[in-house]
């Protein structure tokens, strides 16, 4: 059974620093790996999705790897900022099409 | 393009009264997914469409939730009756394809909270 963890559940960081989160998941069959932004009570943001045929995929100051070997996947934000404050989730398509979640990672980026 | 559209944003009810939520996902999605998401949880999948038809529903209290997509576009959730542990955000995403090889885009969600 496929299960995603992400370490650690609470970061906080100073603004300006460059910072890693990390996602783990237990079965490497998998489809496609996505991670999502979440700002408090409200919905989804999508910020990446890798293919499971892919290393990493970039977008702005963000960039997300993928080692599907090792089951992690890590995405990386440059010159953190306030506005970066939010939860961050994975999810992982599983071999079976499932969408498996991790709990997320707080973060907080102190002005 | 537009997002996926949910409404209300928020809802607060009684325990034992009846809601409804309702969303409208991006134009041309066949796929709609409805997740329940309780406080410092990932998202729990409620159900799945395709189209107009039901791919996953494994999840459901059916006892008390009920969703419909009756034309393959716009989706309802009801709960009836209510219970506190309901309190979450229901949050409605749709896909191009069933599988969601190409990801997911989700609407803001409607936070229900039952008192």
């Known amino acids: 059974k496929q299960e995603v963890t992400q370490i650690p559940a609470a970061l906080s960081v100073p603004e300006g620093e460059n910072l890693v989160l990390n996602c783990s998941f237990t079965?490497?069959?998998?489809?496609?790996l996505q991670w999502f932004r979440q700002d408090p009570g409200k919905g989804l943001t999508s910020l990446l999705l890798?293919?499971?045929s892919q290393r990493e995929q970039t977008s702005g100051r963000l960039n997300a790897s993928l080692d599907k070997s090792s089951g992690r996947s890590t995405l990386y934000i440059a010159a953190s900022q306030p506005g970066d404050s939010a939860t961050y989730l994975c999810?992982?398509?599983?071999?079976?099409?499932?969408?498996?979640w991790g709990a997320g990672t707080k973060l907080i980026i102190k002005p | 393009e537009a997002g996926v559209a949910q409404s209300p944003r928020y809802k607060i009810i009684e325990k034992r009264q009846s809601v409804a939520f309702w969303c409208n996902p991006i134009?041309?999605?066949?796929?709609l997914y409805w997740y329940q998401q309780i406080l410092g949880q990932g998202p729990k999948l409620l159900i799945q469409?395709?189209?107009?038809?039901?791919?996953?529903d494994s999840q459901l209290p059916k006892d008390r939730f009920s969703a419909e997509r009756l034309k393959g576009v716009d989706s309802t959730l009801k709960i009836q009756p209510a219970k506190l542990e309901d309190s979450a955000v229901y949050l409605c995403?749709?896909?191009?394809?069933?599988?969601?090889?190409?990801?997911?885009?989700f609407g803001s969600g409607t936070r229900l909270t039952v008192v």
């Open positions: 999810a992982v398509r599983d071999s079976n099409y499932q969408l498996i």
């Open positions: 995403a749709s896909s191009l394809d069933s599988a969601g090889i190409y990801g997911y885009t």
């Open positions: 890798i293919q499971s």
């Open positions: 079965d490497s069959a998998i489809y496609n």
């Open positions: 134009s041309g999605h066949a796929t």
């Open positions: 469409f395709q189209n107009n038809g039901v791919v996953d």
